[in-house]
C-alpha cells in the first residue's frame, strides 16, 4: 500500500514536470492521466488515513476496555478493603472502651492498694517494733531469772555453810 503511494507521488511529480497544460479549455490526453493519478494518489491517501484511524480507534477500544476491567477490579478490591476495615473498627472500638472502663477501675484499686501497702509497712514496723521490744524484754527476763538464781544459789550455799557451822551436840 505505501509503495504504491509512493509510486503515485513519484508518476505525479513526473508528470507535473514533463507535462503541459493546454489553455484552449480541453484536457489533454496527458492532463487527464495526472488527473487521475492525482485522484488515485488522493483516494490512497484517504484510505490510508481510514486505516489508521480505525487503527487508532481499536487501540482506544482496547484501552478502553482494559480501563473498565481495571476500573472493575478496583472496585471489588474497594469493596472488600470496605468491608474488611469496618468488623476491624468495630472490634477495636470494642476493646478500647473495656481498656478505658479498667482504666477507670484500676485508678482507684491502685490507690486502694497504696493505702494498704503503707498500712502493711505501718502494721509491720509496728510489729517488728513490738517484737523488738518482746526479745528485749525476754532477755530482760532471763537475766532477771539467771540473776535471781545465782542469788538463790549464794543464798542456799551461805545457808548450808550456816548449817554446818552449828553442830548440835
Known sequence: MMQRTLENQ??????QISGSISFN???TKEDEEMSKSALSTFRAKEEEI???KMEVKEKVQAQLGRIEEETKRLAVI???LDALSDPMKK????????IDSINKELKPLGQTCQKKEREYKEALEAFNDKNKEKVQLITRLMELVSESERMRL????????????????
Not at 10 to 15: D, E, H, L, N, T
Not at 91 to 98: D, H, L, W
Not at 156 to 164: C, D, T
Open 10 to 15: 513519484q508518476s505525479m511529480q513526473s508528470g
Open 25 to 27: 479549455g480541453t484536457l
Open 50 to 52: 481510514e486505516k489508521k
Open 78 to 80: 474497594r469493596e472488600e
Open 91 to 98: 472490634e477495636v472500638s470494642g476493646v478500647r472502651k473495656k
Open 154 to 169: 549464794k543464798k542456799l550455799e551461805e545457808l548450808s555453810k550456816n548449817i554446818e557451822t552449828i553442830h548440835i551436840a
